[in-house]
């Protein structure tokens, strides 16, 4: 399955009565067009991204897209026309061939979600079409000089957003039939409609608004800082070990004093490995079994707190901050607590995060089970990660 999509930029914002385009305004440092590529590429569904731009912005969209856009999709530029309309035209020559669907995006509708693009691409494969809209909340009334004609059933009626995701020779077929009609629509919908096609609505979000007026950039501002809070992910992780002569214990990277250690592949530094699960788990990332394999001789007697760095890395690359960890220590004996700083410190240190932010609490069974009987420790930890968009 390919799936292109169309990102416009070509127009000329005049309703915004700024000196630049409204695609480059930007929300917390990255320009409205510059959002949609990033929310389009995080989705991993396109295999080709075509940009429509004014030839004299095409150096400033090139470079803005060099200097932040490194997905596995291609991304192509090509000259916008007069018309919205002719925009998709001109960038529907550069959809190649073999496309199965096609997705329209307005760049000016910045705020598009994730999960906006992926059910309007769903419906594109199920129905053929797939128009992002969201259910009328005025009662519209038509009107002619000043007088209304007729009240719109306000139930029928949904305001139209882009996506607008589409069969790719549906869509092609469209843009045909409407150019040998001189018909100019204000989106891609009504030109499938003009085919006699059904066009399904996909749920869109009255946050996933287009920028039009200045108000909107205020809004705008709302909008980016009620996502960036909103997208927070929870994980919990456990790990176990049990007690052998002759190894260090090892715990949040701090060796305590004492006359036996856990055994394991690596340092068994249980309380590491239940947080590292704890964060991969919240990144839905796998965990450390399948990261780092205990039959991997590279891993053998590792200071697990090196293991810990590199996924702290690894959620960087992915765009995850790390809001807190949370974790505990269950051990019948040696007594940790003189040591829960250093463990804080060496925790957050590898994480590269405020030590406020990571806790390390320890607790005995009252000697019961294998813990309680001295054969081993466990240690669990939960954390909250938060997606970035940059
Ligand atoms: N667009 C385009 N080519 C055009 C006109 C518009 O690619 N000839 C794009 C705009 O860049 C915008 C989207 O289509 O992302 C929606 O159009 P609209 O909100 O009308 O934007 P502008 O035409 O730029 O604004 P205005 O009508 O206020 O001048
Ligand atoms: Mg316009």
């Not at 169309?6 to 320009?31: C, H, P, W, Y």
């Not at 709302?222 to 992780?237: C, K, T, Y």
């Not at 607790?363 to 930890?381: H, I, N, P």
């Amino acid at each position: 399955m390919k799936i292109c999509a169309v990102i416009l930029a070509a127009g000329s914002g005049r309703r915004m009565e700024l000196d630049t385009n409204k695609v480059f305004i930007k929300f917390e440092e990255q320009s409205a067009v510059i959002r949609c590529l990033k929310t389009f590429g995080a989705t991993e569904l396109f295999s080709d991204i075509i940009v429509a731009c004014k030839a004299q912005e095409r150096d400033i969209v090139k470079r803005k897209i060099e200097k932040y856009i490194g997905g596995g999709e291609t991304v192509m530029i090509c000259d916008g026309g007069a018309e919205r309309q002719y925009s998709v035209r001109n960038a529907l020559e550069f959809v190649p061939g073999d496309a199965d669907i096609v997705v329209v995006h307005d760049a000016a509708r910045c705020f598009v979600t994730e999960r906006i693009i992926r059910d309007c691409v769903s419906s594109a494969i199920r129905h053929g079409s797939g128009v992002a809209a969201v259910k009328a909340t005025d009662t519209i009334k038509r009107a002619k000089k000043g007088v209304v004609t007729e009240t719109l059933p306000r139930e029928e009626l949904v305001c139209v957003q882009t996506p607008q995701a589409f069969r790719a020779d549906l869509l092609k077929q469209a843009y045909q039939k409407a150019e040998q009609d001189g018909f100019l629509g204000t989106d891609d919908a009504s030109l499938v409609e003009r085919l006699g096609k059904k066009v399904h609505v996909v749920t869109g979000s009255p946050d996933n608004i287009k920028l039009t007026t200045r108000k909107d950039v205020d809004h705008g501002r709302q909008i980016v800082r009620n996502q960036e809070s909103s997208d927070l992910r929870i994980g919990n992780g456990f790990d176990m070990h049990q007690f052998a002569q002759g190894r260090k214990l090892v715990l949040g990277g701090v060796t305590i004093p004492s006359d036996i250690g856990l055994d394991g592949h690596s340092d068994a530094d249980v309380l590491v490995h239940a947080i590292m699960d704890a964060l991969l788990g919240a990144a839905r990332l796998g965990d450390i079994g399948g990261l780092f394999p205990d039959t991997d001789p590279q891993y053998k007697d590792i200071y697990s707190i090196d293991l810990l760095r590199g996924i702290g890395d690894l959620l960087r690359k992915y765009g995850y901050k790390i809001i807190n960890i949370d974790s505990t220590i269950i051990m019948q004996k040696p007594k940790v607590s003189a040591y829960r700083e250093q463990m804080m410190d060496n925790i957050a240190a590898a994480l590269d995060m405020t030590r406020e932010y990571v806790n390390v609490k320890a607790t005995t069974t009252e000697y019961l089970g294998a813990v309680g009987r001295g054969e081993g420790a466990a240690a669990q930890a939960v954390c909250i990660l938060q997606k970035q968009r940059r």
